[in-house]
Nanobody, 124 residues
Framework: VQLQASGGGLVQAGGSLRLSCAAS????????VGWFRQAPGKEREFVAA????????YYDDSVKGRFTISRDNAKNTVNLQMNSLKPEDTAVYYC??????????????????WGQGTQVTVSS
């Protein structure tokens, strides 16, 4: 599976951005999909995921209520709607796909396929 992320940019605090991740190859609808982010000098951290089996969504507490993950299997895309953005949301955002199970859904090592990353910068 090849993933291509897009939609990042510069936005003021309180603004919104919508990230998209387009998949090609493989059977995308059989994978758990997730978004992770990595700020300079920090490790890649979990943001949100959508479990392949029941389509339930999972969020890090820092984004719960502000971000929404969704997928369109017909278009092979996964999206991340980000509202009420804060400066601490600034990072490179990566989409991932893999065979993650519920106990590993928040771990980047459970995702075998990654997009190239898209920069999100939130100014104060």
């Amino acid at each position: 599976v090849q993933l291509q992320a897009s939609g990042g940019g510069l936005v003021q605090a309180g603004g919104s951005l919508r990230l998209s991740c387009a998949a090609s190859g493989g059977t995308f609808n059989t994978y758990t999909v997730g978004w992770f982010r990595q700020a300079p000098g920090k490790e890649r951290e979990f943001v949100a995921a959508l479990f392949r089996n029941n389509m339930r969504t999972y969020y890090d507490d820092s984004v719960k209520g502000r971000f929404t993950i969704s997928r369109d299997n017909a278009k092979n895309t996964v999206n991340l709607q980000m509202n009420s953005l804060k400066p601490e949301d600034t990072a490179v955002y990566y989409c991932g796909a893999g065979r993650a199970i519920l106990s590993t859904i928040r771990s980047s090592t459970a995702y075998g396929y990654w997009g190239q990353g898209t920069q999100v910068t939130v100014s104060s």
